[in-house]
């Protein structure tokens, strides 16, 4: 087993940043109703920064994963750089090359994630 996959598996295992925030800027959900993953993204904002970001849903590993992974790069950065995440950079992330089956399981987080944060920004 090579050190991504076993990267992967310790973040779907362990999550980070899982649960719930409180008092949350933005709440939004989003789901892949092709294999049934589905991630709900709890962000606070401030600064033009995410100050905090949860994360909450049922998926595959690599849907999991990639949740943890994401918010833990993301969380103290600036909104524009968030905004600018690619597929490219999230793969990178994730330190795998996805196939096509597998890049909407680990795209759904970063989706859910920009949603969130320009809901936000819509509203201010």
């Given amino acids: 087993m090579n050190i991504y996959r076993e990267k992967l598996?310790?973040?779907?295992?362990?999550?980070?940043n899982y649960g719930t925030l409180v008092d949350a800027d933005a709440k939004i959900k989003l789901e892949n109703i092709s294999c049934g993953d589905?991630?709900?993204?709890?962000?606070?904002?401030?600064?033009?920064?995410?100050?905090?970001?949860?994360?909450?849903?049922?998926?595959?590993?690599?849907?999991?994963?990639?949740?943890?992974?994401?918010?833990?790069?993301?969380?103290?950065?600036?909104?524009?750089?968030?905004?600018?995440?690619?597929?490219?950079?999230?793969?990178?992330?994730?330190?795998?090359q996805l196939t096509l089956s597998r890049i909407k399981c680990a795209n759904l987080s970063l989706e859910t994630l920009k949603k969130g944060i320009t809901k936000e920004l819509d509203h201010k």
């Fill in 38 to 96: 589905s991630i709900e993204m709890q962000v606070r904002l401030k600064d033009g920064k995410l100050k905090d970001v949860k994360f909450q849903g049922e998926g595959c590993a690599v849907a999991i994963a990639s949740a943890s992974i994401l918010t833990e790069y993301a969380k103290g950065k600036k909104l524009a750089d968030i905004l600018e995440i690619d597929l490219d950079k999230l793969q990178e992330l994730l330190g795998i």
């Fill in 9 to 16: 598996l310790d973040h779907y295992n362990n999550p980070r």
